[in-house]
């Protein structure tokens, strides 16, 4: 039993036997107020009952392996180090808003997507909700402010993890712990529709962003795998029903790459594919990875897009790129630290 993963209604099960509800609050009110899961700092609990629950609900712990601040930027890229030695990433960013962080949700990803470091070895596991909150805790900390904003748009794909994702989001939007709001959360998916529609019938405000790439069905099959089995059509169709249900904006990313994604016919099929959808489009310069011969479209084909979708009626941004010389693109960093262990 890891009574750090717990929500406040599973407590009530009394999942330790005898434990009085008013303390069940309070290690609650530790893990997930204070973001502390080592039982010797609970100096409101007595020194038995610490030392019980260390013996007998041991907690896992997360560390810090690398905290590599940007010189271009107010960009952190973070790597962490799982109970298992596993590593993951994280970036930490900095708005005029105030803090966003990006985590990961798997280790490595399935999905396979070309232009993408994470998937390159496969996917290794799920990532546990206690693991993605100690994540968010340890940067937090680190960073000395309270972080508002988050992204699971790391390694992993979320709604390949989809329980322990929502356990997570429940503990982290929850009153008594960060309180984060389901407004400032955004779940990034490369399109996995029966998950969307799942996560539209649990209803909860968050931002679902879907990574779309390409509406030319023959180029998005080659980016990404995953439109074999769901392609751009039918996803764009699921996050009109996410809409419609849940009342939220969807973001489409599109990552231009030079001569895959960026010509006139790509922009044409986009026009098409989203026209009167009420979606907004977040255009993004590919961040290229040493593994792949990708390159990034040139900033005036990213100002064509942009101009020709809104002259469309389209809303769409181009996304500012953060933290390269810290290898920003997910995965990057990974590999290039892996590659030195291994
Ligand atoms: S882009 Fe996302 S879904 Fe695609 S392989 Fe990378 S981590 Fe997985």
Redesign the pocket.
């Known amino acids: 039993m890891n009574l750090f993963s717990l929500h406040k209604e599973d407590w009530k099960n009394e999942p330790v036997k005898g434990l009085a509800p008013f303390r069940a609050r309070q290690l609650f009110h530790w893990f997930h107020r204070r973001g502390i899961w080592n039982y010797d700092e609970m100096d409101n609990l007595p020194a038995k009952m610490r030392e019980k629950l260390s013996r007998e609900y041991p907690i896992e712990s997360v560390s810090i392996l690398q905290w590599i601040p940007s010189k271009e930027d107010e960009t952190k890229k973070i790597l962490f180090e799982l109970s298992d030695h596993q590593i993951v990433e994280g970036v930490l960013l900095s708005y005029r808003h105030g803090l966003s962080v990006c985590l990961s949700t798997?280790v490595g990803?399935?999905?396979?997507?070309k232009?993408?470091?994470?998937?390159i070895g496969g996917k290794t596991r799920n990532l546990t909700r206690g693991e993605i909150l100690q994540m968010f805790y340890l940067t937090q900390r680190k960073a000395e402010k309270k972080i508002s904003h988050l992204v699971l748009?790391?390694?992993?794909?979320p709604l390949d993890n989809v329980e322990e994702v929502k356990g997570f989001l429940e503990i982290l939007t929850d009153p008594d712990g960060q309180n984060v709001s389901w407004r400032n959360i955004t779940l990034?998916?490369?399109g996995l529709i029966p998950e969307m529609d799942a996560l539209a019938e649990w209803n909860r405000p968050l931002t679902l962003a879907i990574?779309l790439h390409s509406a030319r069905e023959e180029v998005r099959r080659v980016l990404?795998p995953?439109s074999r089995t769901y392609p751009a059509k039918d996803v764009v169709e699921a996050a009109v029903r996410y809409q419609e249900k849940t009342g939220r904006r969807v973001s489409l990313e599109v990552s231009l790459i030079h001569e895959v994604n960026d010509t006139e016919e790509d922009l044409q099929a986009l026009i098409q594919l989203l026209q009167g959808k009420g979606m907004h489009v977040n255009l993004i310069g590919l961040n290229p990875i040493e593994e792949r011969s990708l390159r990034s479209a040139r900033d005036i084909r990213l100002e064509t897009f942009k101009k020709s979708l809104e002259a469309k009626g389209i809303r769409a941004t181009i996304r500012r790129e953060m933290g390269r010389d810290v290898q920003g693109a997910?995965?990057q960093l990974r590999n290039s630290v892996l590659s030195k262990i291994e």
């Not at 990803?109 to 997507?113: I, K, S, V, Y």
């Not at 232009?115 to 998937?119: E, G, Q």
């Not at 748009?153 to 794909?157: P, V």
């Open positions: 798997q990803c399935a999905m396979g997507c232009f993408c470091a994470s998937t748009m790391g390694s992993g794909e990034s998916t490369c990574s990404m995953i997910c995965g």
